[in-house]
């Protein structure tokens, strides 16, 4: 019998229904436009996009002009790569300039999708940024869709790391943007750190599509981007604690895999302590909880952390003798990053590798702050429904499932569960060689290089695969039907078969180790009888095309023909080729996802199994758990457990059930649930933090545009007069209740004033507004004489610097500080006190304190700006040569160029204003006799 919600839901539609169906007039709008748009020279097509700007600078909205724009965009691409955008391409681009996310399976042409809205944006004029997760897809799509793009009149760019500042600022100028989400977080970060506005790269933050936008907007959003400087050395520390780390025991330590978290115990502590004073580390009588050991707590913590949490080749490998995270939900190595606190020098000291320095913050952002910057947001992705509550409330997007161009014909199994993970791999052994024997392409998932790499060397090893025959052969015998008996001794029969002609079974493996080859191996996974072995497949960005992928063949044919290439008939030759191979495959039962474990989350599970069945081809996924899987061990049910040890199951033997799904998907479910709490807990506390970013770099960003920022430094001037005034002569006190020492004291030490303060105190009548008043005129005189020794321009660019360095030197350090009160606010619970209200009081104040205190060191420090004499630079350039900091010019000789003649300027040759002068002097040409030129 239906529930009330399927009723509901069969009589009105879903909510996702509802939004299909609202837009499929506007599809029509766009179908009907086409063959106008067709009629249109190629010319014709790009003079639309000045008649569109003109429009919207007349008034016309871009709902309005969206049917033509998006017309002129189908066409543009028809013509540029021979692709005629689908309805469903044009709902997804619909949805992406309406600011949702559009749900789109694999192999439904995201990228092409992304055109459409990028387009219709960019004729504003304020730039849109199009969001990738890796430099290889960043500049893949922008190179594709710049045909597209160019061929409408606007401009590509492409941002990745270590461009040169000037093709960046290009990039960042252009019309769409191409760029990896994090180059465009740090890049914010460093115009928030430049001096100059010429430096600063970013100029808008308007329209951002984020691709893949699951991958980035929630699981790289668990750490935030972070510019740092190194901080002091404490190498030895690292490995003095990493050596005591092995010698403890399970009582000395608590371990909840489930938070990822380690604590000592009391015992351990105990331990810790007494070694640490065998050592010398620590002296006799000392404790761990004494306020002096906070740094030496910290180290064991996180040596605690790096042993028992981190695990080689699962998270994070050594490469090159260094240690290289791996993100868990790509399986790639994320070269650059660090984990920070001191935990990744603690996983250095555990492999033994040269510890890098610590670092201090100089900034930090996180993705959910910085893309909630942009004035529309939108992304795409073919999981997204799994994660909808986390969208909305964090960043406000809607999940729009947008339906696939054609039914998918993909047969998703149940789950295969079996008790141990050697009869596991056994049967996934069995359904690779199998698969492989009849030409179907099989994609196997794994959930580390470790188990990547041990798959693998299975497939090589002959005894292994002749065990699982003979396992076949033994469970043949116990099958009551004489038709399933024969058809599994068919099964090892083959198995036997294959072995004795190939011995292995030939497969490529995709992880961290083979990230290079990552477009080429997975071009290559849909070819008959190919069988890959990757670690994660999120956010990959290559197609796996059944048969094989076109346009790497094609661009390895062209190489291989040279210049006597002939592209037509290399072309018809690959496209003949891929269709009998493709047909092939097709036969075999198109692409078998194979999955070796559950991960946490269910939206990695359903990347992989959307690998297969694009575009309504068939195919297949299955997942082979056991109940030696990490997510079965930490968060599975025991009475799972107790089902299969009841059902008395043989070696070798599965439960397959829709019910074990619905289990595991509540365990991930719970699991998701548990993450994105931590999410938000971590994103409320960072909310503190942003909207104080948010105020000091719009502060310096007026301070960088600005070009007379007197006034800004006179306000800051009478404050600190104000306050110092009010601190020395309190409010209704008497004048012998004055503290004039202190006042004297201050205005010289803050304004650089001497000026006769005890004389002005003892005069009859005067209060504090008249003393408050002397003071303005006073430390205006000043600053005026010191305007008219250096000059207004001088001045201006000193006031300038000044702020800017100040700001930056207090925001670092207010960075530092809140990082230290993040770490213990959590204590405050104990006192029946919320951490986040204390948080956010105390970081105000701090905030505060940093605003008075900036507001002092500025006074203090142009109150004491001064011309340095010819001899003190003279002997500041020494001291700078002495250290190196310089290079020592060279010592002067009385060899003069030949035929120099002092009078005669035709006889000193051509030399630039850099270069030795030919007097023999020693000194640069422009110093020396080029002055007088």
């Known amino acids: 019998m239906l529930g009330m919600n399927a009723i509901a839901k069969k009589v009105f539609g879903t909510p996702n229904d509802r939004k299909i169906k609202a837009v499929r007039p506007l599809v029509q709008k ?10 249109l020279s190629d010319d014709e097509i790009k003079a639309k996009t000045d008649e569109f700007k003109k429009r919207i600078a007349d008034g016309e909205t871009l709902d309005t002009i969206l049917p033509e724009v998006f017309a002129n965009t189908r066409e543009a691409a028809k013509r540029t790569l021979g692709l005629r955008a689908f309805d469903t391409q044009l709902m997804g681009g619909i949805f992406l300039h309406q600011g949702n996310i559009s749900e789109m399976k694999t192999g439904e042409g995201k990228t092409l999708v992304a055109a459409f809205p990028a387009y219709l944006n960019a004729l504003t004029g304020r730039g849109v940024h199009v969001v990738t997760v890796n430099d290889y897809l960043a500049r893949r799509d922008a190179e594709t869709m710049s045909q597209v793009y160019g061929f409408l009149g606007l401009k590509t760019g492409v941002i990745v790391p270590d461009m040169d500042p000037v093709e960046k600022m290009e990039s960042y100028q252009a019309d769409v943007a191409y760029a990896t989400n994090n180059e465009l977080g740090f890049d914010y970060l460093r115009d928030n750190m430049q001096s100059e506005m010429s430096q600063v790269l970013q100029r808008d933050h308007y329209f951002a599509i984020v691709d893949e936008v699951d991958s980035i907007l929630i699981d790289e959003a668990r750490t935030p981007l972070i510019i740092s400087g190194p901080a002091e050395d404490r190498s030895e520390l690292y490995v003095t604690i990493d050596k005591l780390i092995p010698e403890l025991t399970a009582e000395h330590y608590t371990l909840d895999e489930k938070a990822r978290s380690s604590n000592l115990t009391e015992e351990g502590n105990e331990f810790i302590e007494k070694r640490l004073i065998e050592m010398g580390i620590m002296e006799e009588g000392a404790s761990l909880y004494d306020p002096e050991s906070t740094t030496l707590v910290h180290h064991i913590n996180q040596g605690l952390r790096a042993h028992v949490l981190f695990t080689r080749e699962k998270d994070y490998i050594v490469r090159d003798g260094q240690v290289v995270l791996i993100d868990e939900f790509t399986g790639r190595m994320m070269a650059g990053r660090r984990l920070s606190e001191g935990l990744h020098q603690a996983i250095e000291a555990k492999e033994n590798v040269d510890i890098q320095p610590e670092n201090v913050t100089l900034a930090s952002v996180t993705f959910q702050n910085y893309f909630r910057l942009y004035d529309k947001l939108s992304g795409m992705t073919g999981t997204a429904q799994t994660e909808a509550e986390e969208f909305a409330e964090i960043y406000g997007l809607g999940v729009v499932e947008v339906p696939t161009n054609r039914p998918i014909a ?45 798959l693998s060397e299975l497939l090589k090893n002959k005894e292994f695969l002749y065990d699982i025959a003979s396992g076949i052969r033994k469970r043949a015998e116990s099958y009551k039907k004489e038709a399933d008996k024969k058809e599994e001794l068919q099964k090892s029969q083959e198995i036997e078969a294959f072995i004795r002609s190939k011995e292995t079974v030939p497969h490529n493996v995709l992880n961290a180790r083979f990230h290079e080859q990552e477009a080429g191996i997975i071009g290559d996974a849909g070819r008959f009888g190919a069988v890959t072995i990757a670690t994660n497949m999120a956010g990959r960005g290559t197609d796996i095309q059944l048969g094989g992928n076109f346009e790497m063949l094609f661009d390895a044919a062209l190489k291989e023909a040279g210049d006597d290439a002939d592209p037509v008939a290399i072309r018809s030759e690959i496209e003949a080729q891929l269709a009998n191979a493709r047909t092939k495959v097709l036969e075999a039962g198109g692409l078998f996802v194979l999955a070796t474990e559950r991960h946490e989350s269910r939206r990695i599970d359903n990347q992989l199994r959307g690998r297969s069945g694009r575009q309504g081809d068939p195919g297949r996924s299955s997942f082979f758990l056991s109940l030696e899987d990490d997510l079965m061990r930490i968060f599975g049910s025991e009475r799972l457990e107790k089902v299969l040890s009841t059902l008395g ?24 649930g548990r993450n994105f709490d931590i999410r938000k807990q971590l994103l409320k506390y960072d909310d503190v933090m942003n909207d104080q970013r948010k105020a000091v770099f719009e502060q310096r960003r007026e301070i960088m545009e600005g070009d007379d920022l007197s006034d800004v430094t006179k306000d800051m001037r009478d404050q600190v007069i104000d306050d110092i005034v009010d601190q020395a002569i309190p409010a209704k006190s008497y004048a012998e209740q004055w503290n004039i020492d202190e006042l004297l004291e201050a205005t010289q030490q803050q304004l650089g004033l001497d000026v006769p303060v005890k004389a002005w105190a003892e005069e009859e009548g005067i209060d504090d507004e008249d003393i408050r008043e002397r003071l303005y005129e006073a430390a205006d005189k000043f600053m005026a004489e010191k305007e008219e020794q250096f000059g207004p321009e001088n001045m201006r660019n000193i006031e300038k610097q000044l702020l800017l360095q100040t700001i930056d030197t207090k925001w670092r350090e207010h960075l530092v500080t809140l990082e230290h009160l993040r770490s213990v606010v959590g204590f405050r619970g104990y006192a029946q006190r919320d951490p986040l209200n204390e948080y956010k009081t105390e970081g105000f104040e701090l905030f505060e304190r940093l605003l008075d205190s900036l507001r002092t060191d500025v006074t203090s420090q142009l109150s004491r700006v001064r011309l340095i004499t010819e001899e003190e630079q003279q002997a500041m350039m020494a001291q700078m040569q002495a250290s190196g900091e310089i290079p020592t010019p060279p010592a002067p000789t009385e060899d003069a160029v030949d035929g120099f003649d002092e009078n005669d300027p035709t006889t000193w040759g051509n030399p630039s204003r850099n270069d030795l002068c030919p007097c023999g002097s020693g000194k640069k040409f422009k110093h020396c006799h080029g002055k007088l030129t």
């Open 30 to 39: 766009i179908n009907d436009l086409e063959s106008s748009f067709e009629a």
């Open 410 to 454: 993909r047969v998703d199994e149940h789950d295969a569960i079996y008790r141990t993970a050697e009869e596991k791999y056994k049967a996934v052994a069995e359904e690779i060689v199998l698969s492989h024997i009849k030409g179907q392409p099989v994609l196997v998932g794994t959930t580390s290089i470790e188990k990547s790499e041990m």
């Open 649 to 672: 199951m043989e070696e070798g033997e599965s439960i397959v059930h829709p019910w074990v799904n619905k289990s595991l998907e509540r365990a991930q479910a719970k699991v998701e």
